[in-house]
């Protein structure tokens, strides 16, 4: 550990919290089989989820570091992969986070995710907040590099079988830089 660098000084990461200094790095692998939808159906497969959307992006010279993305590059991201879905944030329930639990990390995205979730809310008078919650799966196994993504998305096909949204493990408080209150998000303990 390392004062404002990227490794948790206790071994915990605590995405979105106030308590957040970095993360746990791990190793792990996953896998998961992705058909198109019809195919599938069609074949009779057993479908544990559905991708409606996705987008990617590199905001290069607009990153505020080597190791940390722009608001304005992950939220055109975000928006995009929304607008690919045609879905309504204000539809959306649960965002499985990248929620590295580091100081400079959990603003940005929290920033991202809000930007992106105002521009396609409906604009009816005072901007909705709390209806989404934030997670991560990092809380639970750590950052495992190249498999973090495939780990969040199984996580979150499994809470959508479940129909339970999983808690944010070492969560005690938001961090107070990301917001929250005047977000679109909330974050779940339990």
Known sequence: YRENEILSPDGHCRAFDAAS?????????????????????????????????????????????????????????????????NVSPETITYVSAHGTGTPVGDPIEVAALTQAYRQGAEKTGEPRTGWCALGSVKTNIGHTDTAAGVASFIAVAKAMQAGEIPPLLHFKSGNPACDFERTPFYLNAE
């Not at 304005?72 to 991201?77: L, N, Y």
């Open 21 to 85: 200094k970095g993360t746990v790095f791990g190793s792990g692998a996953g896998v998961v089989v992705l058909r198109r939808l019809a195919d599938a159906i069609a074949d009779g497969d057993h479908i544990h989820a559905v991708i409606k959307g996705s987008a990617v992006n590199n905001d290069g010279s607009q990153k505020v570091g080597y190791m940390a993305p722009s608001v304005d590059g992950q939220a055109q991201a975000i928006a995009e992969a929304l607008a690919i879905a």
